[in-house]
């Protein structure tokens, strides 16, 4: 195993990582922003060095400062975590030139899978069900034509980046021009890259999407599924595992699917596949996340499978030593994301003045909060995640609500009734919700 990794990264996933190196022997190297200097990602690494000013374009984004750090401190190894530089495939390339592992696929594997067009294509060529939908689109009035051709609705897509970003819903053709221009416009600003598809929105439908692992010796494996549909604005409240809509024929298809698309592009570690699920058991590609997703907690509850020690194990070199025939899903997880938030969805910030955590028996807390600790306004409002384990889904939801209960987190607001909402909403709790749970939330009365 390396002896030295750095954690490129900050928050829940960076003391999730580090976490994960001590239980293995390796010893770590955190990076921070001045914002972050006293965050607990750095007072539990070994050694943390200050990069850069708050703002993440300095800092957490810099991957020159990044592995100017790794290679003055002895660092062979960079892990990302997700967000921040995850999918760059330039910074996987910058590592590789400089003789540091980056812990995820090649630069050339998320360069193609993060261009979602291209991604769709080699979806297609591997014999996995997409999306109705168009190539790249060139300009208003291509937009137009391509509406009329696929049939509204629709959605136009930024072929890069993430996070809900670069995307608009069309319902009629002649709104098309405008919806590309102003998806256009996002994505160039939040990524650069101003390219856009279309694809046929499906709806009623399930954001469901398959865990991935797989060595260098083209052994892949897949870790049951994700149920993701519980969103707003484009963005995950609530993940369980295994999905309560997905048919055991369905679910067959879609795990042979998402193999078969990891082989065709030689994958290796740790990946997502991403899917919408219809009612009537068909289901299309969506896009391919190249890196450690937010809600692997869930997997991990319900397959006993750590999946950021086998990141750093396919990162070394090892072989896995299990077959798809021996990876057994058992009982059910629930993740809720405490975000900090105002009832409102405005962003809060502060001082953590009291925090008390939930526990018991298959309670687990991620987060990189204590008491006294700062939620600066410069990051992603992510505080931590609740998740709950239980042999049925019916015990989960119950967990939940109790681990919920117990949670308290004073200095700053946070989203945590929002939550206890959904647990109790009729279609939450009757498993037959799609991705418009939240509308349908919001549009009753309190």
Avoid at 140 to 160: F, M, T, V, W, Y
């Amino acid at each position: 195993m390396f002896p030295k990794i750095l954690v490129a990264n900050r928050g829940e996933i960076a003391v999730r990582v580090i976490r994960a190196c001590k239980e293995m022997g390796v010893r770590t190297v955190a990076v921070c922003s001045t914002a972050d200097a006293e965050a607990f990602h750095a007072q539990i690494a070994d050694e943390a060095y200050c990069i850069g000013d708050a703002r993440p374009q300095e800092s957490y984004l810099d991957s020159d400062a990044i592995l100017t750090v790794a290679l003055e401190s002895g660092a062979t190894v960079v892990h990302p975590g997700y967000g921040f530089l995850s999918e760059s495939a330039d910074f996987a390339r910058s590592c590789r030139e400089c003789g540091i592992v980056f812990v995820g696929p090649s630069p050339e594997v998320i360069e193609r899978m993060g261009d979602k067009e291209a991604a769709r294509r080699t979806a297609r060529e591997a014999g996995v069900p997409i999306v109705a939908g168009c190539d790249l689109l060139r300009d208003g009035s291509h937009a137009l034509s391509e509406a009329r051709r696929i049939g509204c609705p629709l959605l136009i897509k930024a072929r890069s980046g993430g996070g809900g970003r670069g995307i608009r819903l069309v319902e009629r053709p002649e709104d098309a021009p405008a919806a590309y221009l102003a998806a256009q416009a996002e994505a160039e600003a939040a990524f650069g890259d101003g390219g856009c598809y279309m694809e046929r929105l499906i709806r009623p439908a399930h954001h469901v999407e398959v865990q991935v692992l797989a060595d260098a010796s083209g052994n892949v494996v897949t870790l049951g599924e994700r149920e993701c549909s519980v969103q707003r604005r484009n963005q995950k409240l609530l993940e369980e595992s295994p999905s309560p809509s997905v048919t055991p024929e369905a679910r067959e298809l879609m795990h042979e699917a998402a193999r078969r698309l990891a082989r065709a592009v030689d994958y290796v570690g740790v990946g997502t596949i991403e899917y919408l699920y219809s009612d009537d058991g068909s289901f299309a590609f969506m896009e391919m996340n190249t890196r450690l997703q937010v809600e692997h907690p869930v997997t991990e509850m319900v397959t006993g499978i750590d999946l950021v020690k086998w990141q750093l194990r396919v990162a070394a070199g090892v072989e896995l030593p299990f077959a798809q025939r021996d990876v057994r899903v058992s009982g059910h997880a629930i993740e809720c994301r405490i975000n900090a938030e105002t009832p409102d969805f405005l962003p809060s910030c502060g001082r953590i003045d009291t925090l008390h955590v939930p526990g018991g028996p298959w309670v687990r807390f991620d987060t990189a909060l204590f008491q006294g600790g700062q939620v600066p306004p410069y990051y992603d409002s992510l505080l931590g995640k609740v998740i709950v384990s239980s042999p049925s889904r019916e015990e989960a939801i119950r967990k939940m609500r109790s681990a919920l209960g117990e949670l308290v987190i004073e200095g700053v607001q946070e989203n945590s009734e929002l939550q206890l909402d959904i647990l109790s909403h009729r279609e939450f709790v009757s498993g037959t919700y799609h991705t418009d749970l939240m509308e349908h939330l919001y549009a009753e009365p309190a």
